[in-house]
Protein backbone atom coordinates (compact mmCIF):
# COMPACT_ATOMS: atom_id res chain seq x y z
CA UNK A 1 0.00 0.00 0.00
CA UNK A 2 3.27 2.42 -0.18
CA UNK A 3 2.90 3.12 -3.44
CA UNK A 4 -0.63 4.39 -3.12
CA UNK A 5 0.76 6.75 -0.30
CA UNK A 6 1.54 8.94 -3.42
CA UNK A 7 -2.32 9.39 -4.18
CA UNK A 8 -3.19 10.96 -0.57
CA UNK A 9 -4.00 14.81 -0.78
CA UNK A 10 -3.31 16.54 2.69
CA UNK A 11 -6.39 18.50 2.74
CA UNK A 12 -5.88 20.01 6.04
CA UNK A 13 -4.27 23.42 5.40
CA UNK A 14 -4.70 24.09 2.02
CA UNK A 15 -6.50 27.26 1.22
CA UNK A 16 -9.97 27.80 -0.33
CA UNK A 17 -10.06 27.29 -4.05
CA UNK A 18 -8.34 25.24 -6.80
CA UNK A 19 -5.28 23.05 -6.51
CA UNK A 20 -3.89 20.99 -9.65
CA UNK A 21 -2.03 17.44 -9.10
CA UNK A 22 -0.71 15.59 -11.61
CA UNK A 23 -0.18 11.68 -11.52
CA UNK A 24 1.45 8.91 -13.65
CA UNK A 25 -0.05 5.90 -12.99
CA UNK A 26 1.19 2.63 -14.83
CA UNK A 27 1.29 -1.42 -14.37
CA UNK A 28 2.22 -1.55 -10.20
CA UNK A 29 -0.82 0.61 -9.67
CA UNK A 30 -3.58 -2.02 -10.77
CA UNK A 31 -1.05 -4.78 -8.84
CA UNK A 32 -2.80 -3.11 -5.76
CA UNK A 33 -6.58 -3.77 -6.34
CA UNK A 34 -7.53 -7.22 -6.12
CA UNK A 35 -9.60 -8.78 -8.79
CA UNK A 36 -8.42 -6.29 -10.95
CA UNK A 37 -9.62 -6.36 -14.83
CA UNK A 38 -6.45 -4.71 -15.98
CA UNK A 39 -3.24 -5.35 -15.69
CA UNK A 40 -0.92 -3.18 -17.46
CA UNK A 41 -1.29 0.36 -18.08
CA UNK A 42 -0.21 4.23 -18.07
CA UNK A 43 -2.37 7.08 -17.70
CA UNK A 44 -1.76 10.44 -17.10
CA UNK A 45 -3.70 12.03 -14.72
CA UNK A 46 -4.46 15.29 -13.91
CA UNK A 47 -6.63 16.23 -10.82
CA UNK A 48 -8.39 19.36 -9.27
CA UNK A 49 -9.49 19.94 -6.08
CA UNK A 50 -11.74 22.84 -5.54
CA UNK A 51 -11.95 23.30 -1.76
CA UNK A 52 -14.73 25.39 -0.64
CA UNK A 53 -16.50 25.91 2.91
CA UNK A 54 -18.37 23.39 3.11
CA UNK A 55 -17.22 20.57 0.78
CA UNK A 56 -14.40 19.58 -1.83
CA UNK A 57 -15.38 19.08 -5.22
CA UNK A 58 -12.69 16.94 -7.17
CA UNK A 59 -12.18 16.41 -11.29
CA UNK A 60 -10.46 13.60 -12.48
CA UNK A 61 -8.89 14.63 -15.99
CA UNK A 62 -7.82 10.24 -17.18
CA UNK A 63 -5.76 9.98 -20.51
CA UNK A 64 -3.59 7.10 -21.12
CA UNK A 65 -4.15 3.12 -22.43
CA UNK A 66 -4.40 -0.29 -21.38
CA UNK A 67 -2.58 -3.63 -22.70
CA UNK A 68 -5.87 -5.85 -23.57
CA UNK A 69 -6.45 -8.54 -26.29
CA UNK A 70 -8.56 -7.00 -29.09
CA UNK A 71 -12.60 -8.80 -29.03
CA UNK A 72 -12.52 -8.64 -32.64
CA UNK A 73 -9.00 -10.14 -33.69
CA UNK A 74 -7.65 -11.71 -30.23
CA UNK A 75 -4.32 -9.22 -31.27
CA UNK A 76 -2.70 -7.37 -28.32
CA UNK A 77 -3.61 -3.85 -28.14
CA UNK A 78 -2.65 -0.26 -26.54
CA UNK A 79 -6.44 0.62 -26.04
CA UNK A 80 -6.89 4.21 -25.37
CA UNK A 81 -9.15 5.63 -22.78
CA UNK A 82 -9.96 9.19 -22.00
CA UNK A 83 -12.46 9.90 -19.44
CA UNK A 84 -13.05 12.89 -17.21
CA UNK A 85 -15.40 12.43 -13.98
CA UNK A 86 -16.49 14.65 -11.21
CA UNK A 87 -16.75 13.79 -7.59
CA UNK A 88 -18.26 15.98 -4.83
CA UNK A 89 -17.09 15.30 -1.33
CA UNK A 90 -19.09 16.98 1.87
CA UNK A 91 -17.90 17.51 4.72
CA UNK A 92 -20.22 15.93 8.01
CA UNK A 93 -20.74 14.21 11.40
CA UNK A 94 -21.60 10.95 9.87
CA UNK A 95 -22.30 9.72 6.30
CA UNK A 96 -25.92 10.18 4.83
CA UNK A 97 -26.89 7.34 2.05
CA UNK A 98 -26.45 9.48 -1.50
CA UNK A 99 -25.14 7.73 -4.30
CA UNK A 100 -23.33 10.87 -6.02
CA UNK A 101 -21.93 12.41 -2.46
CA UNK A 102 -19.18 11.06 -0.63
CA UNK A 103 -18.76 12.16 3.34
CA UNK A 104 -15.46 13.16 5.33
CA UNK A 105 -15.09 14.33 8.99
CA UNK A 106 -14.70 17.88 9.22
CA UNK A 107 -11.06 17.51 10.62
CA UNK A 108 -9.70 14.64 7.92
CA UNK A 109 -5.99 16.01 7.52
CA UNK A 110 -5.87 14.08 4.09
CA UNK A 111 -7.74 12.05 0.99
CA UNK A 112 -6.75 9.52 -0.26
CA UNK A 113 -7.44 9.59 -4.02
CA UNK A 114 -6.15 6.06 -5.18
CA UNK A 115 -9.85 4.05 -5.04
CA UNK A 116 -11.58 7.19 -6.95
CA UNK A 117 -8.55 6.94 -9.93
CA UNK A 118 -8.94 3.33 -10.02
CA UNK A 119 -12.35 2.97 -10.21
CA UNK A 120 -12.97 5.91 -12.58
CA UNK A 121 -10.33 4.07 -15.36
CA UNK A 122 -12.92 0.84 -14.54
CA UNK A 123 -15.87 2.73 -15.21
CA UNK A 124 -14.24 4.18 -18.19
CA UNK A 125 -13.43 0.86 -20.11
CA UNK A 126 -15.61 0.11 -22.94
CA UNK A 127 -18.08 -2.80 -23.05
CA UNK A 128 -16.10 -4.36 -25.77
CA UNK A 129 -11.90 -4.03 -26.13
CA UNK A 130 -12.09 -2.84 -30.31
CA UNK A 131 -11.02 0.84 -31.69
CA UNK A 132 -10.36 1.71 -35.27
CA UNK A 133 -6.78 0.23 -35.60
CA UNK A 134 -6.56 1.42 -39.02
CA UNK A 135 -6.14 5.04 -38.34
CA UNK A 136 -2.61 3.92 -36.93
CA UNK A 137 0.38 3.89 -38.58
CA UNK A 138 0.75 0.33 -38.07
CA UNK A 139 -2.02 -1.73 -37.78
CA UNK A 140 -2.07 -4.03 -35.09
CA UNK A 141 -5.13 -6.10 -35.78
CA UNK A 142 -4.23 -9.65 -36.56
CA UNK A 143 -5.67 -9.86 -40.66
CA UNK A 144 -5.92 -13.65 -40.49
CA UNK A 145 -8.19 -14.10 -38.05
CA UNK A 146 -10.16 -11.63 -39.09
CA UNK A 147 -10.73 -12.72 -42.99
CA UNK A 148 -10.76 -16.37 -41.11
CA UNK A 149 -13.69 -14.62 -39.13
CA UNK A 150 -15.61 -13.15 -42.04
CA UNK A 151 -15.16 -15.90 -44.10
CA UNK A 152 -16.86 -18.31 -41.29
CA UNK A 153 -19.53 -15.74 -40.83
CA UNK A 154 -20.65 -15.65 -44.82
CA UNK A 155 -20.12 -19.57 -44.30
CA UNK A 156 -22.70 -19.72 -41.66
CA UNK A 157 -25.41 -16.95 -43.02
CA UNK A 158 -25.36 -19.65 -46.08
CA UNK A 159 -26.18 -22.35 -43.90
CA UNK A 160 -28.83 -20.51 -42.41
CA UNK A 161 -30.35 -19.44 -45.37
CA UNK A 162 -30.19 -23.09 -46.71
CA UNK A 163 -31.62 -24.20 -43.73
CA UNK A 164 -34.48 -22.26 -43.79
CA UNK A 165 -35.55 -22.70 -47.04
CA UNK A 166 -35.91 -26.32 -46.62
CA UNK A 167 -37.13 -26.52 -43.21
CA UNK A 168 -40.13 -23.83 -44.00
CA UNK A 169 -43.71 -24.44 -42.52
CA UNK A 170 -45.10 -23.21 -46.05
CA UNK A 171 -42.80 -26.12 -47.87
CA UNK A 172 -44.76 -28.55 -46.02
CA UNK A 173 -48.06 -26.40 -46.47
CA UNK A 174 -47.82 -26.28 -50.05
CA UNK A 175 -48.83 -30.23 -50.54
CA UNK A 176 -51.69 -29.97 -48.12
CA UNK A 177 -53.77 -29.28 -50.57
CA UNK A 178 -52.88 -32.07 -53.23
CA UNK A 179 -54.38 -35.29 -51.94
Request: charged share 30%; glycine share 4%.
Amino acid sequence: MSHLRQFTIPIQGLKIGIHEYDFLIGDEFFTHFEDSPIEQGTFKVKFFIDIREDMLVLTFDLDGSIKTDCDRCLASINLPIESQEDLIIKFAEEADDEVDIVYIERGAAELNVATYLYEYICLAMPVANIYNCEDEEENVCDLKMLDYLDNKATEELEEKKEDNSSSSPWNELKDFNKN
